[in-house]
């Protein structure tokens, strides 16, 4: 590993003045809190989808507060790092990292909350088939949040470029589901309704992995310092051929 | 949909950023050295200096970069025991070889120093010094003109110009610095060199200098040294960064204060230093 590429994107050695390497720390705790909400609230709605669980459902649903409100913490908590200690190099590229990794996280939660407000509706008609699929697809979305938030807490790179060529799995895995239930809804379209939440769930898992990946690309920021310049791997922009895409919801 | 297309991003964009244009080096050191007796208190520096820029020197207390600036124009000459190797430029030419006029030349080079040091005179004479002596001017209006224009220049003139018969040293002490900055440019300089301009004044003394400092780039090209950061953060358009008598780094500033390439430099612009 090159000098520049130890730990958390910054020396070894500490600060003259203690008081900010206690906030720096402080920051890194707060990010990673705050993901470890972020990663419980995808696996508590997918529990509430594969389990037909409403109460898992409206935990999820209520829960969602929680990572708004750290979210809240950690943009205060960082304009007052960058008005006080008027950060440098490493230190400013981590501040603003823990910024960006903040609303990447609040957004995850989001497609927590999102998943579960449709487990709700799910769980009031009958079961199709292709549910199978989305425990598959939400526990690769689960570990890519929970290596990506390993590698934070490790400033390393490597891990976190590992998270970055996974979600290519987790869009793969989207884009056969969406075939599938597509053949689904042609086959019986009294399956659209319930079809179409899955889709909606799935896509909303997707953007996890998305965001999964965002955080990735902040971590290599942080650490290496420059943009990161590994050619970008086939999307689904790519590889899809079938008709329309959609997007997850939005709220 | 037609506005999707207008705001299309053009792929040609990006070839007018706001990379610099065309840099000329206005100085260059090659390989300097210096030793004050037995302290070797620069070792093997190389360094371009761009024309109408501002050129930061930032580093620990005692790495040389006050050193350095007296050699870019000369000031070591006078110091008993510093003895000077390596070759220093200005527009190409060597300014140690011998048929260079020191006096002429630190006409060209100016310098402005850490505590702002006006002669005993009027605010008149003070910028009038150095046209005086270099004979710039013929007639006292001519002068009348070099002495105005410097001082509107450092946007003292508004302040002062009804007590321009006044000692310089009765202003206040950003009005004396930029005093000394009017003397400095008064003789037409190509490169003003600045050791620590502001680390005696109040934040918006020293905002009126950097504003300044900003303004004189077009003019002039500039070398500061600084202790404080956010200041050659905010000034300069490239950073050097020295430890030890060595050059650790120099790079576009953008670059020194987001990304250092050396450990060093990271350690001392964070605080880490130790
Ligand atoms: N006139 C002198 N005689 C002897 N040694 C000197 C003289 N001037 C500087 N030095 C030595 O040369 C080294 C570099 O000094 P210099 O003044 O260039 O440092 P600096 O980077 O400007 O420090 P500071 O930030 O404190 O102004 C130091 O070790 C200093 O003690
Ligand atoms: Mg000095």
């Known amino acids: 590993m090159s000098e520049r590429e130890r730990g958390d994107g910054t020396m070894a050695t500490e600060h003259i003045v203690k008081a900010y390497d206690d906030e720096l720390k402080q920051l890194s705790n707060m990010i990673s809190r705050m993901g470890g909400l972020a990663e419980n609230q995808v696996a508590t709605a997918i529990e509430a989808v594969v389990r037909r669980d409403n109460d898992a459902a409206i935990e999820t649903i209520e829960s969602d507060e929680k990572v708004d409100q750290l979210e809240h913490e950690v943009d205060q908590f960082c304009v007052r790092l960058l008005a006080l200690r008027q950060p440098m190099a490493g230190d400013l590229r981590r501040i603003i990292g823990a910024l960006k990794i903040a609303s990447d996280l609040e957004r995850i939660a989001d497609y927590g909350a999102n998943v579960a407000k449709r487990a709700l509706q799910l769980n009031q008609i009958k079961p199709i088939k292709p549910v199978y699929a989305i425990p598959r697809m939400g526990k690769l979305a689960q570990e890519m949040i929970k290596d990506v938030l390993d590698s934070y807490a490790e400033g390393d790179v490597e891990k976190a470029l590992d998270v970055w060529h996974r979600d290519e799995e987790v869009d793969e895995m989207y884009t056969?589901?969406?075939?599938?239930?597509?053949?689904?809804?042609?086959?019986?379209?009294?399956?659209?309704?319930?079809?179409?939440?899955?889709?909606?769930?799935?896509?909303?898992?997707?953007?996890v992995g998305d965001h999964a990946t965002n955080i990735a690309e902040t971590i290599h920021f942080l650490v290496v310092g420059g943009p990161f310049s590994h050619g970008r791997r086939r999307t689904h922009d790519g590889t899809v051929t079938i008709g329309l895409d959609i997007d997850a919801d939005s709220s | 949909m037609a506005n999707t297309q207008l705001q299309d991003a053009d792929p040609r964009?990006?070839?007018?950023?706001?990379?610099?244009?065309?840099?000329?080096?206005?100085?260059?050191?090659?390989?300097?050295?210096?030793?004050?007796?037995?302290?070797?208190?620069?070792?093997?520096?190389?360094?371009?200096?761009?024309?109408?820029?501002?050129?930061?020197?930032?580093?620990?207390?005692?790495?040389?970069?006050?050193?350095?600036?007296?050699?870019?124009?000369?000031?070591?000459?006078?110091?008993?025991?510093?003895?000077?190797?390596?070759?220093?430029?200005?527009?190409?030419?060597?300014?140690?070889?011998?048929?260079?006029?020191?006096?002429?030349?630190?006409?060209?080079?100016?310098?402005?120093?850490?505590?702002?040091?006006?002669?005993?005179?009027?605010i008149y004479d003070n910028v009038a010094y150095g046209p005086r002596i270099h004979g710039l001017a013929r007639t006292k209006s001519d002068l009348d003109e070099i002495v105005l224009t410097s001082l509107e220049k450092t946007g003292l003139l508004d302040e002062v110009h009804d007590r321009l018969d006044q000692p310089g040293t009765g202003l206040s002490g950003g009005q004396q610095q930029r005093l000394c900055i009017a003397r400095a440019i008064a003789v037409s300089p190509k490169v003003i060199l600045m050791d620590e301009p502001c680390s005696a004044l109040d934040p918006i003394a020293t905002a009126r200098i950097e504003e300044l400092i900003d303004e004189l780039r077009e003019n002039y090209t500039i070398v500061i040294v600084t202790h404080n950061m956010q200041q050659a953060a905010r000034v300069s358009q490239r950073t050097a960064f020295f430890h030890l008598g060595s050059l650790i780094e120099m790079d576009e500033t953008e670059q020194v204060f987001t990304s250092p390439k050396n450990e060093h430099t990271q350690g001392y612009i964070t605080g880490r230093y130790g």
Not at chain 1, 182 to 194: G, H, K, S, V
Not at chain 2, 58 to 87: A, F, H, Y
């Open chain 1, 176 to 207: 056969s589901l969406f075939r599938e239930l597509l053949t689904y809804m042609m086959e019986d379209p009294r399956n659209i309704t319930a079809c179409t939440h899955l889709l909606f769930i799935a896509k909303n898992i997707e953007r």
């Open chain 2, 13 to 122: 964009d990006g070839a007018v950023s706001s990379r610099p244009a065309a840099r000329r080096t206005k100085m260059a050191a090659r390989d300097v050295n210096v030793f004050y007796g037995d302290t070797h208190a620069l070792k093997g520096v190389d360094l371009d200096v761009y024309e109408h820029e501002v050129t930061a020197f930032i580093g620990p207390s005692g790495c040389g970069k006050s050193t350095l600036l007296r050699c870019l124009n000369r000031m070591n000459d006078m110091i008993e025991g510093c003895r000077v190797s390596g070759e220093m430029t200005l527009d190409g030419r060597d300014i140690y070889s011998r048929d260079i006029d020191v006096v002429q030349l630190r006409a060209e080079i100016g310098m402005v120093f850490q505590k702002p040091n006006p002669f005993p005179k009027s």
